[in-house]
């Protein structure tokens, strides 16, 4: 049974440009969350997503930062003109349905972002 | 006030060891509670979730949590150098806005010394 997964694992992008990174949750997994963690910094919560759906948003950015889970497909966390404080990793973790476990979430293996 | 608070590190303890790692909290109406280990460039990987008082063991994990201290701990007992990572606490709060968002501590660095 496959973890969650995340692509790319590394990405580097200069300052302005757009970064898109995606997550496919672990199988049977319907709620998607994303979390920042900056260099020698905390996890911090961005956002959380069920199909179709942005459940909570607390974490984001209000400028150039928006996520997505579409009914087909991973879920995208997208960074529009990326600035040098945006390098991070981003990971991504998934839980399974509400009465199921449900709260507890398991991490894929992150995206890190380097922007020039 | 921090909402998650975790003793402040590093941690060194000899192989064999006991090791204690401590959290508290500040949402007085939180449910649920998680310990993740974290190696240097990796993620987070899930190590124990507690949701009642008391204790919870895992071979050689135990999570004690008390809530009406508001704290939560991690014993790691017989301790190996395989051990030393960064140990997150995190909780989801009460409820509304908090449900499903995990709140971390800063983290504790652990390391083990043969």
């Known amino acids: 049974n496959a973890g969650v997964m995340q692509n790319p694992r590394h990405l580097v992008r200069r300052r302005g440009q757009e970064a898109r990174l995606r997550c496919s949750p672990m199988k049977g997994h319907s709620h998607v969350y994303w979390y920042r963690q900056l260099p020698e910094e905390g996890l911090k919560f961005m956002v959380y997503l069920q199909k179709e759906n942005i459940i909570d948003e607390s974490g984001m950015p209000k400028e150039r930062f928006s996520a997505e889970f579409p009914k087909e497909g991973p879920s995208i966390l997208r960074i529009q003109q990326v600035v040098r404080g945006d390098s991070a990793a981003y990971f991504c973790?998934?839980?399974?349905?509400?009465?199921?476990?449900?709260?507890?979430?398991?991490f894929g293996p992150g995206t890190r972002l380097l922007v020039l | 006030q921090k909402e998650v608070e975790q003793n402040s590190g590093p941690l060194s303890v000899p192989e064999g060891a006991i090791a204690s790692l401590n959290c508290t909290y500040s949402?007085?109406?939180?449910?649920?509670f998680f310990w993740y280990r974290q190696y240097s460039g990796k993620s987070p990987e899930l190590i124990m979730s507690?949701?009642?008082?008391g204790d919870k063991e895992d071979g050689r994990f135990t999570a004690q949590l008390n809530k009406a201290s508001q704290y939560v701990s991690l014993l790691i007992r017989d301790s190996q150098p395989s051990d030393s990572a960064t140990y997150l606490c995190a909780v989801i709060g009460a409820g509304g806005t908090s449900y499903g968002k995990l709140t971390f501590g800063q983290g504790t660095i652990l390391t083990v010394h043969p």
């Open positions: 973790a998934s839980s399974p349905p509400k009465g199921s476990g449900g709260e507890t979430q398991y």
């Open positions: 949402d007085r109406g939180s449910q649920s």
């Open positions: 507690i949701y009642s008082n």
